[in-house]
Nanobody
């Protein structure tokens, strides 16, 4: 069964850090771009970051540039999102997603991703 499982979410104070993990099972992530998306209550899902299958290309939403870092460890079949300097507006359910691609550049368009995890809650509050 093809599956993506996120972990690492939780409650953190403003200015704190969290590292989200996205572990794949049933398929290898080597041939997939990985995207991180988030959805806050009452808001549409938005792209946060993506990384190409080779890891050579990354992209970030303007709201998280300089604070979040996406990475991948293909040997562990896992991708990560390191989130630093967290703000209350980062509060959302975070999802990882995968799309098969060998293109050099990744994209943060949710409709292009066919495999999704169940999401992990991130709450930034004092």
């Amino acid at each position: 069964q093809l599956q993506l499982v996120e972990s690492g979410g939780g409650l953190v104070q403003p200015g704190g850090s969290l590292r989200l993990s996205c572990a794949a099972s049933g398929f290898t992530l080597d041939y997939y771009h990985i995207g991180w998306f988030r959805q806050a209550p009452g808001k549409e899902r938005e792209g946060v970051s993506c990384i190409s299958s080779s890891g050579g290309s990354t992209n970030y939403a303007d709201s998280v540039k300089g604070r979040f870092t996406i990475s991948r460890a293909n040997a562990k079949n896992t991708a990560y999102l390191q989130m630093n300097s967290l703000k209350p507006e980062d509060t959302a359910v975070y999802y990882c997603a995968a799309r098969p691609s060998f293109k050099a550049m990744c994209i943060m368009t949710s409709e292009q991703y066919g495999f999704w995890g169940q999401g992990t809650q991130v709450t930034v509050s004092s």
